[in-house]
């Protein structure tokens, strides 16, 4: 199977392993696969007897044409297997009412990111093989929280690599930075920048664009990549979820096979929901992918009325991984529903304008499988108050949106299916703000808020994160953005 940018300026096709190691085509879009393989129900019904790893090899062939079934069989394998994902990769709980929730935070570092993360730089490292590349990659991370700790942990010790992480001083909770600061490995950098995610971000984005660092580090044998989620080996694995989540409802009798279900997923860059909808396409019996937002609600406008528009103020929520205004992968939606030629033209709209409208026929072909709520404050403590309550659930802020979307979708659709609402993050992730959704806590720190949580509801801290409160602090180091330069080029070098 070929990837092709959903530009189509660069149209020729590339490998799996090409696209993995590369991220972006060179016009600028996304690798996208030539086609979408199909499924049919008995394979899915073949899926629900096997483990999550076999599941996970499987599907992953579809698309990884250029990897052997035994190869991913060996990365699902070392990502998902040996304990590392207690209970399991990806359980489901019922919430009653035909609701279910899928939980995909009991990784090594308690949010969902962990799910991709783990398996792409196995992913990553095959590709760099089988490209014939000789280099070192040295991944560079600006992160606002999830992603610098999920891609520390995937990427520690993985052989060929190095992993760079720079965090915001002013922009991470107390427990994401000490989970950053406690990482082991050999071949792993942490540094905190003085500001906010901008400035990390913006100095990162500097560095890739650097000729004269980049030459430097080719003299050391060493080149840059990114563990962003555009990048397809991030995007793939996340498919896997969906068809397992469903091979599993049918497994435990929740649904019988061949019954539609309707999916809700928090979002902000338009990665996760992405994946659900290509498991419609592959032929999962899934049909309408609820798009849930937090008060950042440029996707919910997008889906109502086909303007997308990220001129708008920004706001800093308590689901802090879904303040975004540039949902990155949305255009990979376009492409597969649109096409590669008005694609462009809304990207090159955007890029001009920071804005685009859909004509009335192209909202029509996306609105047929997709609707976008949105959740404000008040609203997202309601509701994990809520389900705490009334379900004896305890879920964190970015779930608790996506509950509250899932409410209002089947409120107004009234659809007789059941639907699957995505739980991406362990509580104690965001426990300070869950605490005060369920008492009124107020001037608490993070650190506090986790044992407060755990006496106030009874539920287990996640191993990952009771763990990092014993640990000694390893990357302590601050550096002011002027030296983000100095610093990557003296680690590529050590
Ligand atoms: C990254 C993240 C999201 C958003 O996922 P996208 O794929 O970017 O849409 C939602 N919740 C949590 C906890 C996250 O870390």
Redesign the pocket.
């Known amino acids: 199977m070929n990837y092709v940018s959903t530009r189509g300026i660069d149209n020729e096709g590339v490998s799996s392993a090409f696209a993995i190691k590369t991220g972006l085509a060179k016009d600028g879009g996304l690798y996208m696969p030539e086609s979408i393989p199909m499924i049919d129900l008995d394979f899915i019904g073949e899926l629900s007897a096997l483990p999550y790893t076999e599941r996970a090899a499987r599907i992953l062939s579809l698309f990884l044409t250029d990897y052997t079934i035994d190869e991913l069989r060996e990365d699902a394998e070392g990502a998902y297997g040996g304990g590392k994902f207690t209970p399991e990769p990806a359980p489901i709980t019922s919430l009653g009412d035909s609701r279910y929730m899928l939980e995909l935070?009991h990784g090594p570092t308690s949010?969902?990111?962990d799910m991709a993360l783990q398996i792409m730089p196995r992913l990553f490292v095959r590709a760099l093989r089988k490209t014939g590349e000789e280099r070192r990659a040295l991944i560079l991370v600006a992160t606002s929280?999830?992603?610098g700790k999920?891609a520390l942990e995937g990427y520690r010790d993985v052989e060929g690599t190095m992993i760079k992480v720079f965090y915001p001083t002013g922009g991470v909770s107390s427990v994401q930075k000490l989970q950053m600061q406690t990482q082991e490995g050999s071949n792993v950098s942490v540094e905190g920048i003085v500001g906010n995610f901008d400035d990390a971000q913006s100095g990162v984005k500097r560095i890739f664009s650097d000729d004269a660092i980049r030459r430097e580090l080719d003299g050391a044998g060493v080149f840059l990549s990114s563990a962003n989620?555009i990048n397809w080996g991030r995007l793939v694995p996340?498919i896997v979820y969906y068809v397992s989540a469903y091979a599993d409802m049918y497994r435990t009798g929740a649904i019988s096979l061949g019954e539609e279900v309707d999916v809700s997923?928090?979002?902000?860059?338009?990665?996760?929901?992405?994946?659900a909808y290509i498991a419609k396409r592959m032929g999962v019996p899934i049909r309408r992918l609820v798009c849930a937002s937090n008060k950042n609600n440029v996707l919910t406008e997008f889906f109502k009325s086909g303007v997308y528009d990220k001129n708008r103020e920004f706001f800093t929520t308590m689901?802090p991984?879904?303040d975004?205004l540039i949902?990155s992968?949305l255009e990979r939606l376009l492409y597969l529903t649109l096409g590669q030629d008005k694609t462009r033209g809304y990207m090159e709209e955007l890029a001009r304008l920071g804005r685009y409208e859909l004509s009335a026929e192209d909202l029509a072909a996306i609105s047929e499988s997709f609707v976008g709520y949105y959740t404000d404050e008040e609203e997202c403590q309601a509701t994990v108050k809520e389900i705490y309550e009334k379900k004896n659930c305890l879920i964190?802020t970015?779930?608790a949106v996506a509950i509250h979307a899932t409410n209002a979708y089947m409120n107004d659709f009234k659809a007789e299916r059941k639907t699957l609402t995505v739980s991406?993050?362990s509580p104690y992730?965001?426990a300070r703000d869950v605490l005060n959704s369920l008492t009124d806590a107020k001037d608490i720190g993070d650190l506090e808020a986790l044992e407060a949580l755990n006496k106030l509801t009874g539920v287990d801290i996640p191993t990952p994160l009771a763990s990092v409160l014993n640990k000694q602090p390893r990357h302590t180091g601050i550096i002011d953005r002027s030296e983000m330069e100095a610093a990557t080029v003296s680690f590529a070098k050590s």
Do not use: E, Y
Not at 265 to 275: D, M, Q
């Open positions: 935070w949010a969902f990111k929280g999830d992603t999920a989620s996340q997923v928090p979002t902000g860059n338009f990665g996760n929901i992405f994946a689901s991984s879904m975004i949902s992968n964190d970015h779930t991406t993050a992730k965001f």
